[in-house]
């Protein structure tokens, strides 16, 4: 059982196009992580949340606590956008739980 | 800006060997990660580290693995016999504080361990 599941797994989209990536949990948590994972493997993290609204440049970061669900949105995508991106929760302590991430290619 | 660094890049291993992948975390921060990530699958928490002791791991981290602090600037993660289902990606992380409101991780690049 996946306590965080994502979607869609894979999503091709035309630059310029807006995109949402969805995040799903079913556990209680303290904070939720958007990261961003290049073709290389490297990790980064994109945005930190536990309630509300964030937004960096083209992207911006949702999450409803009583939904359990959060969704991160790239405006104005372009080829340089293609990666994978993971959704990962905070349940309790410093223990993370992961999403198998969403594969996103942005066409030029 | 400062970064989180691990070496080896990549390490190579006979099964049976004891391998030891390392790590510089930012140097104000106070909270250590572990992670995996087996080719083609997810990330998976191993185990948090503060104050010099574990404070969480997962079912993952079993006796086989340990990690330490041996200075100030090192985090170590230790398997002591290798297995082929250890080979995986590891990636290291810090984090300045641990409570959520600054609990922004940073990702070392990662170690990709290959048992043979």
């Known amino acids: 059982k996946n306590e965080v599941e994502q979607s869609p797994q894979n999503l091709t989209a035309q630059e310029g196009e807006f995109i949402t990536i969805n995040c799903s949990y079913s556990?209680?948590?303290?904070?939720l992580h958007w990261l961003q994972q290049h073709p290389g493997g490297g990790i980064v993290s994109l945005f930190m949340?536990?309630?509300g609204k964030k937004k960096h440049g083209r992207l911006i970061a949702t999450i409803n606590i009583q939904e359990k669900h959060s969704s991160l949105h790239i405006t104005a995508s372009h080829p340089r956008d293609s990666a994978v991106y993971i959704c990962?929760?905070?349940?309790?302590?410093?223990?993370?739980?992961f999403g198998t991430g969403t594969s996103l290619t942005v066409i030029p | 800006e400062p970064e989180v660094t691990q070496t080896p890049s990549h390490q190579v291993t006979q099964m049976g060997q004891e391998v030891i992948l390392r790590c510089v975390p930012i140097?104000?921060?106070?909270?250590f990660y572990w992670y995996r990530q087996i080719l083609g699958q997810k990330v998976e928490f191993l185990v948090s580290?503060?104050?010099?002791?574990?404070?969480?791991k997962s079912e993952i981290f079993d006796d086989q693995f340990s990690v330490e602090r041996p200075d100030g600037s090192n985090f170590t993660l230790k398997i002591r016999s290798t297995k082929l289902e250890d080979s995986a990606m590891y990636f290291c992380?810090?984090?300045?504080?641990?409570?959520?409101?600054?609990?922004?991780?940073?990702f070392g690049a990662g170690t990709r361990l290959s048992v043979l």
């Open positions: 140097s104000n921060h106070l909270y």
């Open positions: 949340l536990s309630s």
């Open positions: 992380a810090s984090s300045e504080e641990g409570y959520a409101a600054k609990n922004i991780q940073y």
């Open positions: 990962a929760v905070r349940k309790s302590g410093n223990q993370f739980y």
């Open positions: 556990v209680g948590i303290s904070a």
């Open positions: 580290f503060y104050n010099n002791e574990i404070s969480e």
